[in-house]
């Protein structure tokens, strides 16, 4: 059985291995670029990187739904547990756990993490996951930086960039996180949800084919590609 990984845009990813499905992020209700409803998505695990809205926005409604294990730093987890979220399994960074479909470890991530209310949200992450069909790299909201280097050295299948600058990297920083990383293919994220990371990501894919050996997939929301 083969892991399918699709795109929901901005930062929001489906992964579907071992017969569950773990969802990265959902924001599905006020993302106009998502293609489905937030009340119409499967999940076993939720993993949220950080605390801003456009990364916890319909974590609830679907931990509720689904009764989905919420996987994220020690804060949001308190956070969500508030809510009426069941199944919280907090992490914090550099810490990794296993889990009956894969390994899950919270990596560095330069940016912030404040909750909705103005609640602390712990430290920023990005994401690692450790898979039957390989490993993927989801960034999630970060600046680039040097120790992306170590976290290639884990043998990278699969890296998911933000390119949407602004609040991210942008699609020159996002080349240079490529050549630390070296990751075998990359999709790009966190980009033309909003005009102000409007990005042409079809220009950079051109961009990483002629300057990494990275193969790049540009995912349309609700694409898929394999593992
Ligand atoms: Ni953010
Ligand atoms: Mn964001």
């Not at 990265?24 to 670029?33: H, K």
């Not at 399994?89 to 899950?104: R, S, Y």
């Not at 409007?198 to 540009?218: F, N, Y």
């Amino acid at each position: 059985m083969s892991t399918q990984v699709t795109f929901h845009g901005h930062g929001t990813f489906a992964i579907e291995t071992a017969g569950k499905t773990i969802l990265i992020d959902p924001f599905f209700t006020d993302n106009p670029s998502a293609t489905v409803a937030a009340d119409d998505v499967a999940a076993d695990a939720i993993i949220v990187s950080h605390g801003h809205f456009d990364h916890v926005a319909d974590v609830v409604s679907i931990a509720k739904r689904t009764g989905a294990t919420v996987i994220s730093n020690f804060e949001i987890v308190t956070w969500l547990q508030k809510q009426g979220v069941e199944n919280g399994h907090p992490m914090n960074t550099g810490g990794q756990a296993k889990f009956d479909w894969g390994t899950v470890k919270l990596t560095l991530a330069f940016h912030s993490s404040s909750l909705p209310d103005g609640g602390n949200g712990g430290s920023p992450s990005g994401v690692l996951l450790k898979l039957a069909d390989g490993t993927i790299y989801h960034a999630c909201d970060t600046a680039l930086f040097g120790d992306m280097k170590l976290i290639g050295e884990e043998g990278i299948d699969l890296a998911i960039l933000p390119i949407g600058d602004t609040f991210t990297m942008g699609p020159d920083d996002a080349l240079r996180a490529i050549r630390l990383i070296e990751p075998k293919r990359v999709v790009p994220d966190h980009y033309n949800t909003w005009p102000p990371i409007a990005q042409d990501a079809d220009v950079w894919a051109e961009r990483v084919r002629a300057q990494t050996s990275a193969e790049p997939v540009v995912l349309q929301p609700g694409q898929s590609l394999t593992l």
